[in-house]
C-alpha cells in the first residue's frame, strides 16, 4: 500500500490540504525515510485488533443484554438496559470531533498519553461497573466511561492513519484497520457468553476489565510515530480550516451517516433477545447470530473501502453508500420482518447480509473524504482531512444516540402478537425492525440529491 508522498496540497506533518496559493509546497510527503509503508500498515492492523478489544464491547453487548433479560438483580427498570449499547457507540463517536480537533493540532504529541488514559479510564469503568446495584449505574459505567475511554484510544490512531495516506488508498486503509474491530467483534460474543454462564456478570466484568488492560496497553505502543507528533512545542500551528462547513456536501453526507446509524445499533442490541423470546432458539444459538452479524464485516470494511478507491471501474461516493445502505434495508424488511418461530435460517441469512452491507458502511467515508477534498481543491480551499472525519464520527454518534433513545418506546410500542400473523413485523419487535429498515433506507439518501443535480432539478 502506497503512502502519502504524493497526496494533494498536504501541508508537512498536518494533514491539511490547502490550495497551491496557501501552500505553495503542497506536494511535501510524509514519508518517514528508513520505514516500511507495509511494517506501519502491519503495526496499525496489529494495534487496532489489540485496541478493538474496547469496541468489541459495544459492538456485542446484545449478549449481555440477553443475559440481564434472564437474570436481572438490580434495582430500576430492566428496560433502560436497552440503551446501554448504543449510549457507548453514541457516546464514544460524539467525542470524536473535540478529540481529533485537540489531537490533530497543537496536542499531537500526547496521542499515546491520551490512549494510556483511556486504557484507564475504560479498566476502572468496568472494574466499577461490577459493583452496580442499580441499573443507572450500569448506564453511566458501561455505556458512558468506557466508551470514552474507547474514544481516547480510537482517535489518536485513526488521525495516524488518515494523515499517512493518500487519497487512492485511504478508503482501502480505513476498511483494513475497520475490518479489525468486526474480527474482535466475531470472536467474543461466545466469550462473553462463556464467561456470563460460568462466573455471572460482576466476575465478568473483572476479567474483560484485566483483558482490556493486558492487550491494550502493548497496542498503544505499537502506534507508529508521526512527523507531527516531531514538532516543537514552540512551533507555530496553522489555523483548522472550516470552509467545509459551508460545503452542500458535508452536510448530505451528515445527514445519511445520523440516519443510518440510527439503526444500525438496534440489531447489535436486540438480536439475541429476539432470537431467544421470538424464535425460541437456544442461548448458544442466539449468541451465534451476534457472531455471524459481526464476521461479514471483516470483508465488508475492506469490499467498500476497495469500492471507493479502484481505479478499474470508478464509483463515486454516493454510489457505494447507496449500495451498503439500500441492500442492509432490504436485508432488514424482507429477511428480519418476515421470521417467525424456529425461523433460524432467515436469522442467519440476515445476520449475514445485515453485517456485510451495514457493517460497511462506514468503510465508505473514504470516498467521501476524498471527495470533500475534490471540492476544496476546486474552490481553492484548504481542507484538514483529520478534523472532518473526526466530525462524520460525530455524526454516527448522533445516529446511535438517538437510535439506542427511540429503541426502548419502539419497543413498548409493539404489537405483541397481531398484526401480520407471525411474522417478525407481528411482534413486539416489528417497530424496531421497520426502524432499522427505514433508517437504513434514508443512509443512502445522497444519492436522491446526486438525481436531483444530475437533471438540473435543484
Known amino acids: 500500500m502506497e503512502r502519502d508522498d504524493n497526496s494533494l496540497g498536504a501541508t508537512a506533518s498536518r494533514g491539511i490540504v490547502a490550495s497551491q496559493e496557501d501552500n505553495p509546497n503542497a506536494r511535501e510527503s510524509f514519508t518517514l525515510e528508513g ?8 503495526q496499525m492492523e496489529s494495534t487496532h485488533k489489540r485496541a478493538s478489544v474496547l469496541i468489541g464491547f459495544a459492538m456485542n453487548y446484545g449478549v449481555l443484554q440477553e443475559y ?11 428496560a433502560i438496559t436497552g440503551i446501554i449499547g448504543t449510549t457507548s457507540n453514541g457516546v464514544m463517536y460524539l467525542s470524536m470531533p473535540l478529540l481529533f480537533l485537540l489531537f490533530t493540532k497543537r496536542w499531537a504529541r500526547y496521542r499515546q498519553t491520551a490512549a494510556l488514559a483511556g486504557t484507564l479510564l475504560a479498566c476502572l469503568s468496568f472494574v466499577l461497573s461490577a459493583w452496580s446495584t442499580h441499573v443507572w449505574h450500569l448506564v453511566v459505567t ?16 485513526t488521525l495516524s492513519l488518515g494523515e499517512w495516506y493518500s487519497t487512492r488508498n485511504r478508503a482501502v486503509a480505513y476498511g483494513i484497520v475497520l475490518s479489525c474491530k468486526n474480527i474482535v467483534g466475531s470472536a467474543c460474543p461466545f466469550l462473553l457468553r462463556v464467561l456470563l454462564d460460568t462466573y455471572g456478570f460482576r466476575t465478568t466484568l473483572r476479567i474483560w476489565a484485566a483483558l482490556l ?17 516531531i ?26 451517516i445520523i440516519l443510518q ?15 431467544h423470546e421470538v424464535t425460541l432458539l437456544s442461548q448458544t444459538t442466539a449468541t451465534l447470530l451476534l457472531t455471524l452479524f459481526n464476521i461479514p464485516g471483516v470483508l465488508s470494511s475492506f469490499f467498500f473501502g476497495y469500492l471507493s478507491d479502484n481505479k478499474h471501474f470508478p464509483l463515486s461516493a454516493t454510489a457505494v453508500t447507496s449500495i451498503s445502505a439500500l441492500a442492509s434495508a432490504l436485508s432488514a424488511f424482507l429477511f428480519w420482518g418476515l421470521t417467525s418461530q424456529g425461523s433460524m435460517a432467515l436469522l442467519i441469512i440476515f445476520s449475514l447480509t445485515f453485517g456485510f452491507f451495514a457493517g460497511g458502511y462506514s468503510a465508505t467515508w473514504g470516498g467521501i473524504l476524498t471527495e470533500m477534498e475534490r471540492e476544496a481543491a476546486e474552490r481553492n480551499e484548504p481542507i484538514d482531512i483529520g478534523v472532518l472525519y473526526g466530525f ?15 429503541g426502548v418506546p419502539l419497543l413498548k410500542a409493539g404489537s405483541g402478537g397481531g398484526g401480520l400473523g407471525h ?3 407481528g411482534t413486539s419487535y416489528g417497530p424496531l425492525i421497520i426502524f432499522t429498515g427505514l433508517s437504513s433506507v434514508f443512509g443512502g439518501w445522497g444519492l436522491v440529491w446526486k438525481w436531483k443535480k444530475w437533471f438540473h432539478f435543484s
Open 261 to 275: 446509524s440510527s439503526g444500525y445499533g438496534i440489531p447489535q442490541t436486540y438480536l439475541n433477545t429476539y432470537a
Open 231 to 256: 514538532s516543537t512545542p514552540h512551533q507555530r500551528t496553522r489555523k483548522i480550516p472550516w470552509e467545509f462547513l459551508h460545503h452542500q456536501t458535508f452536510w448530505i453526507y451528515t445527514i445519511a
Open 142 to 157: 458501561q455505556g458512558i466511561l468506557s466508551s470514552f475511554g474507547c474514544a481516547l484510544i480510537y482517535s489518536p490512531t
Open 423 to 425: 411474522f417478525g413485523y
Open 392 to 406: 462524520l464520527n460525530g455524526a454516527r454518534g448522533i445516529g446511535y444516540v438517538s437510535g439506542g433513545l427511540a
Open 213 to 229: 488492560l493486558a492487550t491494550s496497553i502493548p497496542a498503544i505502543y505499537l502506534i507508529p510515530t508521526h512527523p507531527s507528533n
Open 68 to 78: 440481564y433479560s434472564t437474570n436481572w438483580t438490580l434495582q430500576g427498570n430492566i
Open 35 to 42: 520505514t516500511s509503508p507495509d511494517i506501519e500498515l502491519r
